[in-house]
């Protein structure tokens, strides 16, 4: 990082050196302006000049790369904006030539010589090649890292896809929701149907959302609600949940089977009995989705690998910018889940 920083202010400097002596030796101007312009504050200031609005390009490109991911529709504001850099690079050339003529008094400062004109836009043509290659080369680096961000994202998701349908149809699971079908159909069928029902909306949902890079939250609260009913008939209704979520929260967007992966770590981590019942906590705070609950530690001491939540945050990390935040305080484990908005 340190050595691009270098490098871009040897070229910017390189470049605001040749502008300035191209100017000053081949425009066609008077001894009195000539003499003014060759001068240590002059060339001092030009060159400072250049390397302000060189790096103010290049953080204006960076953030116009982001927006243009974003606001692929509005694309003439980033043209418009381009255009407007073009120009500050001729009006500082301009500039240059028009503040030594107000330093020695000169009459006409907006007129220049024939010559004068000719040098001028040759400098501003050399000025926008050199920068339009520099912007290149960054957009191309761009892309490149794009790209193997989104085959970083592709494995990610195609570990987040295997792990899923693992921790739904593995036999474990399975057997668990067959015996504890057989049992409702016998003690209770009405409830066994909406056992089955739910069921099937689980393994469905799994199979949809493989192709899917964001679902809406509704769409993850629905799953999580069958998902969860699953298990509150398994555990004796012990388990619950409660959501505070603001009237725009549909809008939200947050990586698949999110909600399932917090789920299933509260269930494996935590004894939960009738006499130790369980809330999972759900709300929004500051663009962030936050799942808690209290911590009951299984007396077997099963440590946690931690896979399941590294994997969830290296998915926000490379879709959304950031990581998800754990935190475990006051007995409480919660954890925060950066979210979308359409």
Known sequence: MKWNVTLYGLLFSGLGAFSYLLLANYSDLSPHVADMLFSKGAFIFFITAFNILGYSTLRLSSWLNSQYALNIRKRWKIITIYIAVTLLFFLLNYSLLIVGKLLVGSYNIFIFPNGGWRILFLVWLVELVIVGLLLSNRSIQNTLKLQQEAAELQKENNTARYTALQNQLN????????????????????????????????????????????????????????????????????????????????????????????????????????????????????????????????????????????????????????????????NLFTVKVPLAYE
Do not use: W
């Not at 999580?224 to 004796?236: A, D, I, N, P, Q």
């Open 171 to 330: 036999p474990h699971f399975l057997f668990n929701s067959l015996n504890t079908l057989i049992a409702e159909i016998e003690y209770n069928p009405a409830n066994a149907v909406r056992f089955t029902k739910h069921l099937s909306s689980v393994y469905r949902y799994v199979l949809q959302s493989q192709d899917k890079v964001l679902v809406p939250l509704s769409e993850e609260l629905e799953f999580m609600k069958s998902y969860l009913f699953l298990h509150e008939v398994r555990l004796g209704n012990c388990i619950s949940y409660k959501c505070h979520l603001p009237e725009d929260y549909p809008e939200a967007m947050l990586p698949p089977l999110t909600l399932q992966l917090l789920v299933e770590n509260v269930i494996k981590h935590n004894s939960i009995t009738s006499n130790k019942p369980m809330q999972i906590n759900i709300e929004i705070e500051n663009y962030y989705l936050t799942v808690s609950n209290p911590i009951q530690p299984k007396k077997s001491n099963d440590t946690s690998s931690g896979v399941g939540l590294n994997n969830l945050s290296n998915r926000c990390k490379l879709l959304l910018g950031e990581g998800i935040i754990v935190t475990k305080a006051n």
